[in-house]
């Protein structure tokens, strides 16, 4: 009404003028957003109650009892934010930039991730493929569109010195500059509630490849396999390079983990996420480097921990001159704490699951840097 009462008078004072405001209304990224008003901010958020309420719907709560202060729709909008934050995460995106991310994913879209908008808005940030954000299936993947919201939002200038509205609206450049404002407080709840639902704020960023990580502070093992995998060639990403078997001695669980695990070739990297359907459409079923080894050897009835940090202390050490099909085998960081595991295959190749942007691969071993090995079984 307050709307509607607005317009009115613009009616009676000018055409022009109510041209001029309707131009500042129609935006390519507010086209879908009719609800709320500034002066309706949400503030005191509960955190503790928030991050309740965010626990119960990311273990599976149907959000019919779940209340969340300013989501309406808390079994969509909360997956949703998980996505945001875990992209974030994984980019080394500090905390302040999530919680814009967040904020503006609720003014653009309400968290959901639509397939309409003002002209050829898409998205949870509704973004234009007709402006260079990607193409329209590429803006309606969650994981992508995150990643294009911070790489446009780490290019601007001093962001981490501006307001959340401001940070927001030098990305958006929406005809509703002051709208990002009213979420911050709710944004700023989320991303923490969210945050503390990952096994480890740091782990598997898998920001670099394998060849390119940090020196063991004990040093390097000093030792390798018997064959580096090199005799392959370039293997394509997501695919099984041509020749190998899963060699015929290994351990019957080894090969149903591996056997799993080469079932989940070329699906996309998710920080965070639980490698439980990494091809189905919740980008939070993806895997991430420790999830993928969980999972695969959870389908051959073998109970690993969750992270590169814990799985490093699973089962027994061994050389990485005595590798055998299905050991871990860890690079990046320390030997005492790696951000990033993969399994051995036999052949001198590794299954694992990147970072970022790329998919579940095979590779030589002759591109890692081992800082250990375990033997899980």
Not at 24 to 34: F, G
Not at 114 to 141: E, M
């Amino acid at each position: 009404m307050k709307t509607l009462a607005a317009g009115i008078g613009v009616v009676f004072l000018s055409p022009l003028l109510l041209a001029a405001t309707a131009v500042m209304l129609v935006s390519s990224a507010d086209a879908v957003q009719n609800t709320g008003s500034f002066s309706s901010c949400l503030t005191d958020i509960d955190t503790d109650q928030v991050t309740k309420q965010v626990t119960k719907i990311l273990d599976g709560a149907s959000g019919k009892d779940v209340r969340i202060e300013g989501l309406d729709l808390p079994a969509e909008q909360v997956p949703n934010a998980q996505t945001i934050v875990a992209a974030g995460i994984s980019l080394d995106v500090p905390n302040k930039g999530q919680i814009i991310a967040l904020a503006t994913a609720m003014q653009e879209s309400r968290l959901r991730n639509l397939n309409y908008g003002d002209r050829d808005s898409l998205g949870l940030f509704q973004q234009r493929p007709s402006q260079g954000w990607g193409t329209a299936k590429q803006i309606r993947d969650p994981v992508y569109a995150s990643e294009r919201f911070y790489k446009a939002l780490l290019k601007v200038d001093g962001w981490q010195q501006m307001t959340i509205t401001q940070a927001a609206q030098a990305v958006q450049k929406s005809g509703l500059p002051d709208a990002y404002a009213q979420w911050e407080d709710l944004s700023t709840a989320l991303q923490e509630a969210i945050a503390k639902t990952f096994p480890s704020t740091g782990n598997d960023k898998d920001a670099k490849e394998p060849d390119q990580g940090k020196e063991s502070a004990t040093g390097s093992t000093g030792c390798a396999p018997a064959k580096d995998g090199s005799g392959f060639g370039r293997i394509p990403e997501g695919s099984v390079p041509m020749g190998y078997k899963i060699p015929k001695d290994a351990d019957p669980k080894a090969r149903k983990a591996l056997d799993w695990a080469m079932h989940q070739l070329g699906t996309q990297y998710q920080w965070g996420g639980s490698c439980t359907d990494s091809h189905g459409p919740d980008p939070m079923g993806r895997c991430d480097c420790s999830s993928l080894m969980q999972q695969a050897y959870a389908h051959a009835g073998v109970t690993l921990t969750r992270t590169t940090y814990t799985q490093v202390n699973e089962g027994k050490a061994v050389s990485p001159s005595q590798l055998e099909p299905g050991d871990l085998i860890f690079s990046r960081g320390t030997a005492s704490r790696p951000e990033h595991v993969g399994m051995y295959m036999g052949e001198g190749l590794v299954i694992e699951a990147p970072r970022t942007s790329k998919p579940v691969r095979i590779t030589p071993i002759a591109d890692w840097d081992i800082l250990g090995a375990r033997r899980v079984l």
